[in-house]
């Protein structure tokens, strides 16, 4: 099993293994990521209330958020640096997969990076 994640403006996906996202979520803390928290919407498009907004693993279609992010990204740049002589070579690689999927194309062509946030599902 694996976790699947739709990037929210243009739905390119990113795959890895569970245990590799756990490690992703894990690297980017160690890098300073405070997460923001998820949220998920309800059949009429409004946010649930009940939803447990510290869920980044279950797959039930939950939102982060743009801001949410970019500092995962900046985080895992961080522990990357940081941490480059100490991280597997696998777990770098997918680690920098995820920071170049988490921003979507410069499509404005001003050279800033955008992050549009992505689904988990």
């Given amino acids: 099993m694996g976790m699947d ?3 929210l403006e243009d739905g390119e996906k990113f ?6 996202w756990g490690i992703i979520l894990q690297s980017a803390e160690k890098g300073g ?3 923001c928290g998820t949220f998920k919407m309800d059949e009429n498009e409004n946010p649930e209330k009940n939803w447990d907004k510290n869920d980044y693993t279950t797959q039930k279609g939950q939102i982060v958020s743009e801001t949410d992010a970019f500092e995962m990204s900046k985080a895992l740049k961080k522990f990357i640096k940081d941490k480059k002589d100490e991280i597997d070579t696998n777990e770098f690689y997918s680690i920098n997969q995820f920071i170049e ?8 062509g001003d050279g800033i990076d955008y992050f549009p946030g992505f689904e988990i599902y």
């Fill in 5 to 7: 994640l739709a990037r």
């Fill in 101 to 108: 999927w988490l921003k979507a194309e410069d499509y404005i």
């Fill in 33 to 35: 990521w405070k997460p």
């Fill in 15 to 20: 795959t890895c293994s569970n245990g590799m």
